[in-house]
């Protein structure tokens, strides 16, 4: 993990596009701004990985419609 020190007004860059700026500390929390291109996709992280979690359970079913398709379709052969 990188960790850098930045003072309010100040920023970063990752890459040649997204930049992020200390715009406000205040007690424990601090304010970001993130200049990013339109597709890159910013979440905080417990939305992040509530998002993935659904993904995959959406995979997983997706999964298991297509089982049940296969079984009946082999059931309808046999039958």
């Given at each position: 993990m990188l960790v850098l020190t930045r003072k309010k007004k100040e920023s970063i860059m990752i890459g040649d596009e997204i930049e992020i700026t200390i715009l406000a500390v205040e007690g424990e929390q601090v304010k970001l701004g993130i200049n990013a291109p339109r597709h890159v996709e910013i979440h905080r992280k417990e939305v992040y990985v509530e998002i993935q979690k659904a993904n995959q359970e959406a995979a997983q079913q997706a999964t298991r419609t297509i089982d049940?398709?296969?079984?009946?379709?082999?059931?309808?052969?046999?039958?």
């Amino acid at each position: 993990m990188l960790v850098l020190t930045r003072k309010k007004k100040e920023s970063i860059m990752i890459g040649d596009e997204i930049e992020i700026t200390i715009l406000a500390v205040e007690g424990e929390q601090v304010k970001l701004g993130i200049n990013a291109p339109r597709h890159v996709e910013i979440h905080r992280k417990e939305v992040y990985v509530e998002i993935q979690k659904a993904n995959q359970e959406a995979a997983q079913q997706a999964t298991r419609t297509i089982d049940l398709s296969q079984i009946l379709k082999q059931w309808k052969q046999e039958g």
